[in-house]
């Protein structure tokens, strides 16, 4: 840490903001109050609707109609900013507070350069010329590390990737060198091995530049990596602050507790007990998916005569899942793990190769999966119920489909005692999917999996989309159903510690190709490819964290994962 | 009308998940309920056109043509009757005409928009859903049809059924001819509005659950995707409602509606506006102002019904 000015950057004072609802004011953040220093990191976590984006959106002033500041002060460098008008807000955004949000993509103009772009943000805070605002955007481009910027500030935001243009929009907030940067949920649109690499610019920009961060975020091991001060929200509320050891290593409140407590840890050993001679249930033989490019012509018999270029996403992929263990798949966004599962559960059929469950090959019928054997949780939880049924409907249907229940009533009690397996109220199937929260629709959607008495079950990124506490029920829900129903799982997954916890074997995919696959302990505590050792390496851990910190500042995660390349011209 | 639609709240990851009801409550503003008000007294002065007709306006025997050309409001010298907004030449009530006549252009709008809702939905449920060749064909013929005004395939329907059908029949079948050639007229709209949908429907993983159970396409067309669909059907209706209104109007205008024996809105203009040099201004101007508030008020209200279900424009979200 640098220098400390007696006064902070940032200085909020029991902060409300409120939404006006029919049934009363909602206080969307309720008397927050917190510092920040010049050079100093402070991290905000919470949960979804914790109030942590919108204390974020009070500080710029972009709180959304109807919700308003009803109380409280925001001091910026000792000046008062939040009663100020849209015109005088305009010279505090970008000039004064940086801001970077969580994708990269929707963050900058996909018609300009990014070239374009600095300058254009440069020249609307500084008095610089255009030469002298392009050899600024050039530097800036240099500071976030991109490589060769005098050649790179001319291409357009599609050309890099998403790490890279990450590192673009913060280039863009510190352009006119901000004292406060906000970054809200900065890496958390990336992948982990890019997501290190961003944590690490951050580190070092605040460092450098004496900037002062409020960095938002779900994720406690982006938090341990960066901040000094850590406040932990829910509901509007700081629960806890303090220095992010003592925070993660004694919480006080139980809530922190909880938190942390449920974050699962990549070092921490599988409980599982080690299966061996288990029959194959679920055999995946030498599959094989390409898929067609946009272009070309669109009407399909002229499409043939027009060059279309395709891309691999499943290249020669074969493993085997022995009956009642769980297999993994994991890798990074592109890697072809999601079109992996939908092969598996039989909705996509495979161009080349076979998958064959309980001896029975897929696709081959028109029914999709084999009789219900073969289920599926999808990652979206919003989208994987439809709206318009009752819960009741939804999970009644697959038995009703199959005919596992002779007549209402008796599908009426099995749907009752699959309620009850997944820990919701039997009444809950006379409501609709919007009544229930994120974790809820997940175990609704376990439910409506488990209707069909299947012995397989794909699970897509389960947890993905959920809070970290509540990840933690469903994973333990999923492994007791396993237990109970001797349930064979897929898990697709980017998170290695859920994997971890979760899966007896684990396979690493990198761009379409099982580069790794083996025991989990095996594969985490012996890693083979010098891919899977990246993303081990990569994966953002608590303890890890403060492991790396007490060692010293020496080593530099920048080079994690090596040089960045630029990909495919106009890819 | 019910006003009330049952819809999800959309999933907003940052508010409290559960909204205590996912119904939609319509704010009507003043004009909403201007609307709203005028265009169910239409209806409901057209349903019961029989009860509140002072007049059998095509009842030769009650017809005097002394009577003819009566201003509005003065009572007959001859048969000492009132009428409220005047008599044609012939001696006919002309407000009596006008209920009878939104009686005969409603049935005909609500009759052809149903078709067309029928002919749209379905193909467009089935475009989107098959996509490939039958989704080329099936939009190739719409995109071919919306070449043309919707009136000129229309008169080109009404031309070659009115062909096929015996002349002794002509009469009859005028109205069934009406109702086919703006119904069939109208439904690429439709057709393209429900396969954007459910393109956008069909890639949703309650989808691919049901695929996952072996449902068959076409159940979960209709169990699965049709109620999804609701709100922008709803929407397209009410305003190819108000369409089809002034579709048939313009039809009879043009003399190839309904004939003159039971005459719609559009029939009633084409009379009058014959008078309208001659100083009969009312046989011309009330039921032309009643075409305009019937294609306004139900136009206004498919409006209305869009911005609510457009949840961008619904409240401050994010």
């Not at chain 1, 990549?266 to 409980?271: A, E, M, P």
């Not at chain 2, 017809?63 to 003819?68: E, F, I, K, N, V």
């Given at each position: 840490m640098t220098q400390h000015k007696n006064d902070p950057v940032l200085s909020i004072s029991n902060l409300t903001v409120e939404f006006p609802t029919a049934s009363g004011a909602f206080k969307a953040v309720d008397g927050i109050s917190l510092d920040i220093a010049k050079g100093e990191v402070l991290g905000v976590i919470g949960e979804s609707g914790a109030g942590k984006s919108m204390t974020g959106a009070a500080v710029t002033g972009l709180i959304d109609r109807p919700g308003r500041i009803s109380s409280g002060e925001i001091r910026l460098n000792g000046e008062r900013?939040?009663?100020?008008?849209e015109a005088a807000l305009r010279t505090v955004r970008g000039r004064r507070i940086g801001t970077v949000f969580q994708d990269p993509l929707v963050s900058l103009n996909p018609l300009y350069t990014i070239g374009r772009q600095l300058i254009e943000t440069i020249r609307a805070h500084l008095p610089l010329k255009a030469k002298a605002a392009r050899a600024r955007a050039i530097e800036l481009l240099r500071e976030v590390g991109i490589g060769e910027a005098e050649r790179r500030v001319d291409a357009y935001p599609h050309q890099f990737s998403g790490g890279m243009r990450q590192r673009v929009v913060i280039a863009l907030a510190i352009a006119a060198d901000p004292e406060l940067l906000i970054a809200d949920e900065p890496t958390s649109a990336l992948d982990v091995s890019v997501q290190a690499q961003i944590v690490a610019l951050l580190k070092s920009l605040c460092e450098k530049r004496g900037l002062a961060v409020l960095l938002i975020t779900h994720d406690m091991g982006v938090i341990a990596e960066i901040a000094d001060r850590v406040a932990v929200m829910n509901r509007g509320r700081i629960v806890e602050t303090g220095p992010v050891a003592d925070i993660v290593r004694n919480p006080r409140e139980d809530y922190t507790r909880g938190l942390i407590a449920a974050i699962p840890s990549?070092?921490?050993?599988?409980?599982r007990p080690v299966l061996t001679g288990a029959d194959h249930l679920v055999r995946v033989e030498n599959i094989r998916q390409n898929f067609e490019l946009p272009?070309?012509?669109?009407f399909p018999l002229l499409r043939r005569l027009s060059p279309v270029r395709h891309i691999t996403a499943v290249d020669d992929v074969s493993f085997s899942i022995g009956e009642g263990q769980t297999f993994a798949l994991v890798g990074e966004s592109g890697s072809g793990k999601s079109t992996i599962a939908r092969i598996v559960a039989g909705l996509l059929r495979p161009q080349t190769g076979r998958v064959a469950v309980g001896g029975r090959r897929m696709g081959e019928s028109n029914a999709p999966a084999v009789g219900g054997a073969v289920q599926m949780v999808f990652q979206d939880p919003y989208a994987s119920l439809n709206p318009r049924w009752r819960i009741g409907d939804i999970i009644a249907e697959p038995i009703r489909r199959l005919g596992l229940g002779q007549n209402r009533a008796e599908i009426d009690r099995q749907v009752a005692e699959l309620l009850e397996r997944v820990r919701l109220e039997p009444q809950a199937r006379h409501r609709y999917p919007h009544e229930f929260s994120g974790g809820q629709r997940q175990r609704i959607a376990i439910a409506r999996a488990l209707s069909s008495r299947p012995r397989f079950i794909v699970c897509d990124e389960p947890t993905s989309a959920l809070d970290v506490s509540v990840q933690a029920q469903v994973l333990d829900l999923m492994a007791s159903l396993q237990a109970e129903f001797g349930l064979t799982y897929l898990l697709i997954s980017h998170n290695l510690a859920v994997v971890r916890q979760m899966a007896d074997r684990v396979g690493v995919l990198k761009g379409g190709v099982l580069v790794e696959e083996g025991a989990v302990e095996q594969v985490f505590e012996r890693p083979q490819h010098a891919y899977t050792k990246m993303l081990l390496a990569a994966a953002p851990d608590i303890r890890e964290a403060f492991r790396r910190r007490e060692v010293g500042p020496g080593r530099d995660l920048t080079t994690i994962g090596g040089e960045e390349t630029l990909p495919l011209e106009a890819g | 009308m019910a006003v009330d639609i049952n819809l999800p709240?959309?999933?907003?990851?940052?508010?409290?998940?559960?909204?205590?009801?996912?119904r939609i409550r319509l704010k009507l503003g003043i004009v909403t309920w201007l609307a709203l008000l005028l265009a169910i007294g239409l209806m409901l002065a057209a349903l019961f056109a029989p009860l509140l007709a002072p007049y059998d306006p095509f009842d030769p025997a009650t017809?005097?043509?002394?009577?003819?050309m009566m201003p509005p409001m003065q009572p007959s010298a001859f048969t000492e009757k009132t009428f409220l907004f005047g008599t044609d030449n012939q001696g006919r009530d002309v407000f009596s005409s006008i209920l009878y006549g939104s009686r005969v252009s409603l049935t005909v709008a609500f009759a052809a928009t149903f078709l067309s809702l029928a002919i749209g939905v379905s193909a467009g449920l089935v475009s989107g859903y098959a996509g490939g060749v039958t989704d080329a064909v099936i939009m190739r013929v719409a995109d071919a049809q919306l070449t043309f005004p919707t009136i000129l395939i229309a008169l080109l329907v009404f031309g070659i059924a009115q062909g096929l059908v015996p002349a002794a029949e002509q009469e009859s079948a005028a109205v069934w001819i009406l109702i086919f050639a703006i119904g069939f007229s109208n439904w690429p709209q439709f057709a393209r509005t429900v396969r954007g949908a459910t393109l956008v429907e069909k890639r949703r993983d309650y989808v691919a659950a049901a695929r996952l159970i072996g449902v068959s396409p076409a159940r979960i067309l209709v169990t699965h995707i049709l109620p999804n669909l609701a709100g922008p059907v709803l929407v397209i209706a009410t305003i190819g409602l108000a369409l089809a209104v002034i579709e048939e109007a313009t039809l009879s205008y043009l003399g190839v509606g309904v004939p003159p024996t039971r005459p719609s809105l559009g029939t009633l203009i084409r009379i009058g506006q014959q008078f309208l040099f001659s100083g009969e201004w009312w046989i011309l101007a009330f039921p032309a102002a009643t075409l305009v508030l019937l294609a306004l008020s139900v136009n206004l209200l498919g409006d209305r019904l869009r911005d609510a279900l457009n949840p961008r424009l619904r409240d401050g979200r994010r």
């Open positions: 900013i939040d009663g100020f008008s990549i070092h921490s050993k599988s409980t272009g070309g012509f669109s | 709240a959309p999933p907003s990851p940052d508010r409290p998940a559960s909204t205590p009801s996912g017809l005097d043509l002394l009577d003819g």
